[in-house]
């Protein structure tokens, strides 16, 4: 299998043709930019907070980030914000590979916990909640997250907030919203989160927006990220994951 463009060996075929290691990287980055530059993702003198878990999706967010802002000279600051859920023999491998990219890369990092915020991990609050409510783990996991990602990055004075999400989690979305009968919801999707600007939330915007997740996951490899690719202990009950897998059969 030889790129469409050289004679190097192909490492992806795409629908205009196959593409080797060098011109699948600069296929993917441009993508990713002309992404930003099109939907005016981030913009000069913005302080951009990047919610990062140490998964593929969160830290190729945050390497195009820093990177479209050097090579534009947007004069922007770039940092990352994770935040620990507490969900034992998981967050704290990923936040180790976390901490090793950030120093790597030269980006400040940010932490925030659960335990720190709300008095309890995720794993210590699931149990409590579930008894009245029958919810499972990525609801209240999810609400806290969205919170505290709002909330510190308005700390630090961040004016954007970069998300990790890519085209597969964008149509996993649509099809939990028409599933569940939440429509409406779908109208807060697209490139910038929201239909309406407020000045006590910071604006989300998700540069891989346009970019699959077999995609993002071969553009981490061939980069040699340091990824551990494992999922949430959770993931396999919440609803996105029967959308994932029918999507993907």
């Known amino acids: 299998m030889k790129c469409g463009k050289c004679n190097e060996k192909g490492v992806l075929e795409l629908q205009h043709g196959i593409l080797c290691k060098s011109h699948f990287i ?17 913009g000069r003198n913005e302080n951009v907070c990047v919610a990062t878990s140490g998964g593929k999706d969160s830290l190729t967010g945050l390497y195009l980030t820093k990177k479209f802002i050097e090579k534009e000279k947007l004069n922007s600051e770039v940092f990352a914000l994770v935040v620990d859920e507490g969900i034992s023999n998981y967050r704290e491998h990923t936040i180790v590979d976390l901490e090793e990219f950030c120093t790597e890369h030269n980006i400040p990092l940010k932490s925030v916990s659960n335990k720190e915020e709300f008095g309890f991990t995720l794993e210590e609050a699931y149990p409590i909640v579930n008894k009245g409510t029958k919810k499972k783990p990525c609801n209240i996991c999810g609400v806290w997250r969205r919170y505290l990602l709002n909330k510190v990055s308005r700390d630090f004075g961040a004016t954007k ?23 409406k919801l779908s109208a807060n999707l697209g490139p910038i989160s929201g239909i309406k600007e407020d000045k006590h939330f910071v604006q989300r ?42 999507l993907n059969d």
């Open 26 to 42: 600069t296929y993917f980055e441009n993508k990713v930019f002309k992404t930003i530059k099109k939907f005016n993702l981030i």
């Open 205 to 246: 915007v998700k540069p891989l927006y346009f970019c699959t997740e077999k995609e993002t996951r071969l553009y981490v490899l061939l980069k040699g990220f340091k990824v551990q690719f494992t999922e949430c202990p959770f993931s396999h009950i919440g609803y996105r994951a029967q959308m994932r897998d029918m």
């Open 161 to 183: 907030v970069v998300t990790g999400h890519n085209l597969d989690d964008e149509a996993q979305a649509v099809m939990m919203n028409i599933f569940k009968a939440n429509t």
